[in-house]
């Protein structure tokens, strides 16, 4: 299945905006879903956003539901995270996720590789 490499984070005022991406490793990239999970200090993982493996389907959190943007190029074995309107309550470790089924929503539970994470952090 490969590796996930995220890249992307970084320090960002509120209202700024910062893009994610992921690289995957491996030749069955395009097969699974994707998503991006973040978590907190002293916080649970919670998922973000996911998208499916052919990008028909996307879900988000409530919380970046009209800020943040999921996307994903099959041909680059890439995923993204277009982050806008950033808030200080974004702040987190941020990562990349994949599945082996089609499509599986936002339950962790569906994801089986992970990447390092990329620190995003968002002053007010």
């Known amino acids: 299945q490969g590796q996930l490499v995220e890249s992307g984070g970084g320090l960002v005022q509120a209202g700024d905006s910062l893009r994610l991406s992921c690289e995957a490793s491996?030749?069955?990239?395009?097969?699974?879903?994707m998503a991006w999970f973040r978590q907190a200090p002293g916080k649970e993982r919670e998922a973000v956003a996911c998208?499916?493996?052919?990008?028909?389907?996307?879900d988000y959190t409530d919380a970046v539901k009209g800020r943040f943007t999921i996307s994903r190029d099959n041909a680059k074995n890439m995923v993204y995270l277009q982050m806008d309107n950033l808030k200080p309550e974004d702040t987190a470790v941020y990562y990349c996720?994949?599945?082996?089924?089609?499509?599986?929503?936002?339950?962790?539970?569906?994801?089986?590789?992970w990447g390092q994470g990329t620190q995003v952090t968002v002053s007010s």
């Open positions: 998208i499916s493996n052919r990008a028909e389907r996307t």
């Open positions: 491996g030749r069955r990239f395009d097969r699974g879903v």
């Open positions: 996720a994949k599945g082996v089924r089609t499509w599986g929503g936002l339950q962790e539970s569906w994801y089986t590789h």
